[in-house]
């Protein structure tokens, strides 16, 4: 829908109508934000390795996370502080698919994201009843509940128990030139770029409009035809499928589950990462998830003793210096220089 | 047959009787009136006839069919549009995605159609965006279409609420005091905006008003309301000269005022 989310269309200014140069300026405009990204994106893989490349690919992971918990609680307004318990999940499907039963990681995909849904539309029902702290009382319960089920003896054949099970990459197909780990973070740029057009997709539609009309004014929302408990429950499922494929990579990154890395932290830290990121944003969970994987190992070498603290300051000074988060500063700073953010919704 | 009939309509908050038994008709095409003093139940029976209110007792028809029981959000697919006297605008969005939000209940694509981009998805998106368009420049919002609704003067934000509501394409279209907050001019605008939406977009209007002149000047018939009854129903002209209705305005002084001098 053009002009509701994203470029409104550039309008020659006829102040410099009559400059030869205005037809490559539109074309810059157009044009260099997407091959920069993109650019942005590959380079990487030649720049960075081992251990750095599988830093940034987890990162990237995280960004997708955070992304799924951005379409419950940015848009459609459902505080949840149990989105770790997807990421538990979709990485537990994966990792048991793989390891037991010798299924390719791109099979394990679907059911691992099906499972999710299924298990996020489930939250979404009480979701319908429970307003605003009840509901992030329910999915904190979530977060709590969800590794000690996966330590429980009666899963333990399928989930290893507290030992977690053990799984590794796949292996790059021969006419790649590429090592495991270039690989692996082509692999999850790959599926990370997908979820994320289809994300940015659905929140430009009708469908991201309505979750929003729901978030700001439920009464004027019914009013306009929109079935509140079917959109909720939906976005809730999507959001759910979203952060469970993103815990699916992570298993085939890390090539190792267990419960205790799914605990209450890392439901906090994907929802640090929405809120720095920028709520409601599209654009935000790629600097959320940037934000939550390299501040705290830079808050590390900084103070070795009280990280914490340097993390909790810089984490401040994020929040107080752009209260709408960093693609929030972006959108402003771009619409200042006169283009258009790719991210504006509505 | 009348597009809206009430009838018996009772709508009880705990003790208070808000409604108390009303029945009225709208014919198709007409605009009707719907006028009473402050706390008579005129934003109450609106939300019983827009279903927001599930009545205590009576029913709604709308075109023939039976509404007090169905789904809220079944109302704006059925064609029944509304505005809200306090202001009820979605106010993180913009003025188009608020009126293009009021066009939700013209599609019918869901999640996986919008996610894919579907071609059926993109169609309706934008028949949306195009009816947006056209209802902005009916209500001079053009100008203002990427602008955050939060951000507007009042009397922006209700034409906001107006166009939002006949996105919708409503056959019923449900004003809850339009003029409220408005000056002379904008009320005399607004006068003249009413006149051609009924004609222009084949709608019947039932409108709450204070404003007495615009009420007697647009109304093709007015029901007045008192302590949640029914006081009066017919044309503007003898609804302003019956004795009932002078009574139950003439506590109130401001409102006499305006009655007489409409
Ligand atoms: N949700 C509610 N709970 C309890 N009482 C209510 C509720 N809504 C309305 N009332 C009461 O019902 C009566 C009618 O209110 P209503 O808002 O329908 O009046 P109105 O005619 O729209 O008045 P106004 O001209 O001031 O808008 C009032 O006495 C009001 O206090
Ligand atoms: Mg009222």
């Keep these: ?346 | 047959m009348p597009l809206l009939e009430a009838r018996n309509v009772v709508m009880r908050f705990g003790g208070v009787t808000a409604v108390a038994g009303v029945s009225f008709d709208v014919e198709a095409g007409q605009i009707c009136g719907l006028i009473g003093p402050n706390g008579a139940g005129k934003t109450t029976l609106f939300n019983v006839v827009s279903g927001i209110y599930r009545p205590s007792g009576g029913e709604v028809r709308f075109a023939g069919q039976t509404i007090t029981r169905m789904p809220r959000h079944r109302m704006a697919t059925l064609g029944i549009g509304r505005t809200f006297q306090n202001l009820a605008l979605f106010r993180s969005m913009t003025v188009r995605g608020n009126v293009i939000a009021g066009a939700h209940s013209g599609g019918r694509s869901g999640f996986l159609a919008n996610a894919l981009s579907l071609p059926s998805a993109r169609a309706e998106g934008a028949a949306a965006a195009e009816r947006t368009g056209e209802l902005l420049s009916l209500l001079s919002l053009a100008p203002l279409a990427d602008m955050r609704v939060a951000d507007l003067p009042f009397g922006v934000q209700k034409r906001v609420e107006m166009a939002r509501a006949l996105a919708c394409r409503p056959k019923l279209l449900l004003l809850d005091e339009p003029a409220g907050g408005l000056n002379h001019a904008e009320v005399d605008e607004l006068a003249e905006l009413l006149e051609q939406v009924r004609a222009g977009f084949d709608v019947t209007i039932l409108l709450v008003e204070h404003h007495m002149g615009l009420v007697m000047r647009v109304s093709d018939k007015v029901v007045a309301l008192n302590f949640g009854r029914k006081i009066a129903d017919g044309p503007p002209d003898e609804v302003r000269a019956s004795p009932e209705v002078l009574r139950a305005y003439l506590g109130d002084g401001q409102c006499a005022e305006a009655v007489h001098a409409a």
């Design chain 1, 1 to 346: 829908m053009e002009g509701v989310c994203g470029k409104p269309p550039i309008r020659p200014n006829p102040a410099d109508a009559s400059q030869p140069a205005r037809g490559a300026a539109i074309r810059l405009r157009r044009y260099l934000p997407p091959v920069a990204s993109l650019a942005a994106i590959l380079a990487p893989l030649w720049l960075l390795e081992g251990f750095h490349l599988f830093q940034l690919t987890v990162a990237v992971i995280m960004a997708l996370a955070v992304l799924g918990l951005n379409i419950v609680t940015g848009y459609s307004g459902q505080i949840s502080l149990g989105h770790g318990a997807f990421f538990a999940i979709g990485a537990y499907v994966t990792a048991a698919l793989m390891s037991h039963a010798g299924w390719s990681f791109w099979a394990t995909l679907p059911p691992s994201a099906a499972l999710c849904g299924i298990v996020g539309y489930g939250v979404g029902l009480p979701a319908l009843r429970l307003g605003g702290l009840y509901l992030a009382l329910v999915t904190f319960s979530l977060a709590v509940a969800v590794p000690q089920l996966l330590k429980h003896r009666s899963l333990e054949a399928w989930t290893g128990g507290v030992q977690g099970l053990f799984l590794s990459k796949p292996e790059p197909p021969p006419w790649l030139p590429l090592d495991p780990d270039q690989h692996m973070y082509l692999l999850a740029v790959l599926v990370a770029g997908c979820c994320f057009w289809l994300t940015s997709n659905l929140v430009c539609s009708r469908i991201g409009l309505a979750l929003m009309a729901i978030r700001d004014h439920p009464v004027a929302a019914e009013a306009s035809g929109m079935d509140i408990a079917a959109l909720k429950t939906r976005a809730f499922a999507v959001s759910a499928m979203i952060t469970g494929v993103a815990g699916a990579l992570s298993a085939v990154t890390i090539e190792y589950v267990a419960p205790d890395s799914f605990g209450l932290p890392l439901s906090i830290t994907l929802f640090v990462g929405m809120v720095v990121g920028g709520v409601a944003s599209v654009l935000g969970p790629v600097f959320g998830g940037l934000f939550v994987l390299f501040v705290p190992s830079i808050a590390e070498s900084i103070s070795r003793a009280t990280p914490g603290v340097v993390y909790g300051v810089i984490l401040i000074v994020f929040l107080v210096g752009m209260p709408d988060g960093i693609a929030g500063l972006i959108r402003r700073a771009a619409q200042r220089i006169g283009w258009s953010a790719e991210d504006r919704t509505t």
